[in-house]
């Protein structure tokens, strides 16, 4: 028997304000008996604008024989502004047998139309200075309600950012409102609930508003401030139901009053300045005397541009508490609390009034142990707060916000102690969606550092960095991570928004800029990899999320980009032309005077050429626009010719030999099917010779370690994985990063910095590595004939000395998860398919009968397929413990022999040397100079003979087991 439950409308649960005026309606299953095979045959909808559901009936499906269960859209009758509805649902088993009712949900709809906004667009009535930062203005209006409350909603947005108040009260909990979109075309209103604050009788209205990303410093060159406008305004409207029918509407009007206040100075890159002494008491409620203030005037500024909330809005997500306090070297106090992250300090202080407190943030510590504000560049990331003297004062700001993991204080009235500080984790509300953990605590603290870099960057745009002077919206770096960050958070709405920015700020010859929204306002230019965004991104959502719409909404400005480098490649079916930034931050090798080939861009854009038309002709055929379809597969084969006949060589060798030229002739299928195991077998000497590192960019990481396990080559995956030296992906951990790096060295191994010009502590790109330990190493694989999670593909692939992992994801139709055990009586995964699911399950075997379930043979035969060493076995939903005899520590000791003669001398030897327990038992015979020259002078037999076969053995199986997959 199934019940539905977690109802949500267009992603969220019971959302306020909403925009679109057909949502789409989803629920997730649970099986109450806990049976497996669990799946919906039918379902039936009821929305009503009773909240009881059984009176004033909008829309009744009846019963609809359907397995849908996401994103039905409703078909009712049109939806009105500020209309709020019920809804419930009822479904049917495989069985044929009904469920009880769901819970009763509800949506609401916001404000539809230009016509449903009687609000003026005001602005205080002085003049302000053009370019430099300037106080935050105060607002305030005062109303009165004659009758009972029954149900109050205040619409509002502004230019600039905004903080709203009723009768001294805070309304919300967001932060940072408006958000970040295309202003000039897009701009968001929030909805609020203010029910509670509104009262029968007096009531004041009040605001405050910052500079923010609309006219404060912004971008790194050119133009910095007023990129959008030089006047802060605000838009609000307060509608007040009143018990007896009547509706209140309460506008932002010429009526209102303003006056700055105690915020001096508020801007995103730079910090607040507050002095508590200028604070105005009361200024938010009735009583308040506002003699003194002055008028606002009505700013001529479009309303046809609103839209409701799209994305998550941006929250405090949680607090830190300093690890340490300590006084570094130049005198300056510094609070360290142990991670990097993204937001800013809450402090209680008491002292005399006039005292200044500063507080300066900072990533990491320099040599000395001073805080390193060198890679802030212009940013200043500086906090001052000056005293008002009246007891214990609490202070955060609110119109800024910080990267930082230290925290210099000075002027501090008498002794700083830890709790004191509080570190405020701001980012965009994304609710957490994976989990991954291992035996291996440093691809733990890997993953942990991925996922703080992006609730570091997804402060509501996907930003490269947090803490010096750019924290913008680059596409490329979006592109890289998007898929990763699906696995680590809810993100399709957050998604969705940005890349409705996107397509509004595409130029009208389809070139997409480098960041969105676009500051940086470069109209002649376009790069490969960057550009290529608007395809891959909305791709990408369609496969996690099963959501066609994302696709439809999004298809115009695919296929105006495809178009665009279309006419770029001109008749040759080569992007050859135009500035691209390449394989970003690629490794050149230790010698700058000898670097390393880089790989050419006309490579790079012509396979990115080919990956997006291939992704548009897959799109069409989901869309059903087969002409289309068939015009983008025509166009993906004529460039993979040009590809193979400028880069390819007939043994395989692409382009200057990259393992970025590999990976991408590999990852995006442009080789001949003869040539992609020569190409593979170049990338893997590729590998070998780079010492076993990565040398591939922005570009080409995400796909390194796929395309290896893809081609047979999983051992040096993990090889790549477990390098701690730089550069490679546990370099940073092993230096104490809490995230990811921009660069593979920010700190190098002598103990200097990069460049600081460019050298973020806070930088997701190379974090796309996560997407690989969620689908390779646990085995969460999509299949995108049924996107969504629908139907799973699960398939681990185990090595690099790992013996447990274990992962979950929230995904569409509920939780699923994977643990996976490696010992010496074989291999066991335990599974948990959510209902209205199914899955394909891979597990290790010669033949279906090493293979039990829950300790029984698998039954029935035709769901068991042997295939290439593994049996393929079909699941419907439910909890499953699978157990296979056929990948043993015991059978592997009998193809080490085998094994180590087909493996290059030196991988096996390295292969040992990085596993800690081979290493462990290996120092006990040699020294540490046998061991640097073991991989040069001795084969792996020679080793085994002198150390004795017994001690080392199971350890050298165990890391053998699935380093070779050839073997």
Partial sequence: MLSPYRLTCEYRQNPLGLGARQPRLSWQLRADDGARGAAQSAYQLVVAADPSCERSVL?????????????????GPPLRSTQRCYWRVRVWDEAGRPSDWSEIAWWEMGLLTVDDWQAEWITPDWDDAEDEARPAPFLRYTFTVDGEVRAARLYATSLGLYELYLNGQRVGDAVLTPGWTSYRKRLQYQTYDVTELVRAGANAIGAILGDGWYRGHLGFSGRRRNHYGDRLALLAQLHVDLADGRRL?????????????????????????????????????????????RAVRSLNQPKDILVAQEGPLVRRQDCLAPVRVFAAPNGEVIADFGQNMVGWVRFRVRGPAGTTVTLRHAEVLDAEGNLYVANLRAAKQTVQYTLRGDGEEVYEPRFTFMGFRYVGVRGWPGELRPEDLTGV?????????????????????????????????????????????????????????????????????????????????????????????????HGSAASAGWGDAAVICPWTLYLCYGDTEILAEQYESMARWVDFVRRQAGERFLWASGFHFGDWLDYRGPNPLLPAPATNTELIATAFFAHCADLMSRTARALGKTDDAQAYAALYERVKAAFNAEFVSPRGRVGPGTQTAYVLALHFDLLPERLRPLAAQRLAEAVRDADYHPTTGFLGTPYL????????????????????????????????????????DGIKPDGSFQDPGMNSFNHYAFGAIGDWLYRVVAGIEIDPEAPGYRHVIIRPQPGGGLTRVQAALESPYGRLSVAWALDEEGFRLRLSIPPNARATVYMPASKAAQVTES????????????????????????????????????????????????????????????????????????SEAELSRLSLDSSLEAALQRIGRAELMPTIESELLTRSPRA
């Fill in 59 to 75: 829309w009744d499906t009846g019963k609809v024989h359907s397995d849908q269960s996401v994103h039905v859209r409703y078909e």
């Fill in 249 to 293: 509407i309460v506008t932002s009007n010429a009526g209102w009053r303003a006056s700055l206040g105690p915020l001096r100075m508020a801007e995103l890159y730079h910090g607040e300045t507050y002095d508590a002494r200028l604070e105005q008491d009361g200024w938010a409620t009735p009583d308040f005397d506002d003699r003194d203030w």
């Fill in 425 to 521: 984790v701001v980012h965009s509300d994304m609710p957490p969606a994976g989990e991954f953990a291992c035996d291996n605590p440093l691809i733990n603290q890997l993953q942990h550092n991925i996922v703080w870099g992006q609730k570091g960057n997804f402060v509501d745009v996907p930003t490269d960095c947090p803490q010096r002077d750019e924290r913008l919206g680059w596409t490329g770096d979006a592109q890289v991570f998007i898929r990763t960050a699906c696995f680590n958070r809810h993100v399709a709405l957050f998604f969705a928004k940005w890349l409705r920015d996107l397509a509004a700020d595409q130029y009208p010859d389809g070139r997409v800029p480098f960041v969105v929204p676009d500051i940086l306002n």
């Fill in 705 to 744: 370690c796929h395309v290896l396990s893809r081609f047979g080559y999983t051992d040096l995956a993990y090889e790549l994985l477990n390098q701690e030296g730089y550069p490679s992906w546990l370099y940073p951990v092993k230096q104490g990063a809490t995230t990811i790096w921009e660069r593979w």
């Fill in 855 to 926: 300790g029984r043979p698998l039954r029935p035969a035709p769901l068991v397929r042997p295939k290439r060493g593994v049996a393929v076995v079909e699941i419907g939903s439910g909890d499953y413990d699978f157990h296979s005899t056929g990948l043993t520590l015991g059978q592997v000791m009998a193809r080490v022999r085998h094994v180590a003669g087909r493996l290059d001398r030196g991988s096996v030897v390295r292969d040992l040397l990085a596993n800690p327990a081979a290493r462990a038992v290996l120092l006990r015979h040699l």
